[in-house]
């Protein structure tokens, strides 16, 4: 048997036809509908329920008018379970008065300087 000499190791790279560059559409997928979505309405202020911690400019469901709410803010149940915690471990010190202070600790109701209706609530 007559021993041929092995093909060169770049063999395959000079007899396979080069791939040719795929012609990609410069388009992104995800940007396609950014121009057809556009929302012709304009809102001046939005219609949710405010749950933010300080006051929300919106417009009230009830009179219809944009309005700054006002809010009202009382301890929550979860200021007053870790007062209660804070006064049986650390004893009473004033420490348990700590989450009285503190913004978290609160329920902030949302209600209309102008109607005065009800409007929404964030509970801690
Ligand atoms: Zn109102």
Redesign the pocket.
């Given at each position: 048997m007559e021993k041929q000499a092995p093909p060169p190791y770049n063999y395959e790279a000079q007899h396979m036809p080069m791939p040719m560059p795929m012609a990609v559409p410069a388009m992104n997928p995800y940007n396609q509908h950014a121009s057809t979505s556009v929302d012709p309405i304009v809102r001046v202020a939005p219609m949710v329920t405010p749950l933010d911690k300080e006051s929300t400019r919106m417009i009230?469901?009830?009179?219809?008018?944009t309005?700054e709410t006002t809010v009202e803010k009382n301890p929550s149940t979860m200021a007053w379970i870790s007062s209660l915690i804070l006064c049986l471990t650390v004893g009473y010190c004033g420490c348990c008065l700590i989450p009285f202070c503190m913004d978290d600790c609160h329920d902030v109701k949302h209600t209309?300087p102008?109607?005065?209706?009800f409007l929404g609530e964030r509970r801690a």
């Open positions: 009230c469901p009830h009179c219809r008018v309005i209309c102008s109607c005065g209706a």
